[in-house]
């Protein structure tokens, strides 16, 4: 059943309220479809609520250096996503020979 859902509007300087607003409607899972910037400003806010939902980002969302290192590493844990790219700034990829190829 969906509790809650919340909608931003890019001009918005931050979307820490609505992190609050799902969290008090009691959300156990949370689809975040957003962007990068927004995406780290829910997975940090999530952290300092210590709220734990099962949280799904969308693969535009899911790059380590622009939106796990912003979050916070510590808080970006357990997230499930859809992503299906090696991201070229995960140090997982530095001896990859592809991504060697490819830079």
């Known amino acids: 059943m969906i509790v809650a859902e919340e909608a931003y509007e890019t001009s918005e300087p931050t979307i820490d309220n609505h992190i609050v607003k ?7 899972t949370f689809v975040s479809v957003t962007s990068p910037k927004f ?12 709220w734990h939902p099962v949280h799904f980002l969308t693969n535009v969302s899911v790059s380590i250096g622009g939106v796990m290192k912003p979050a916070g590493y510590e808080a970006s844990q ?9 991201d070229p700034a995960d140090h997982e990829w530095k001896s990859d020979p592809a991504m060697n190829e490819w830079r």
């Open 39 to 50: 995406a780290a400003q829910a997975i940090k806010k999530a952290a300092e609520l210590d």
């Open 22 to 28: 799902l969290k008090a409607a009691g959300a156990d």
């Open 78 to 86: 357990d997230i499930l996503s859809t992503q299906y790219l090696k």
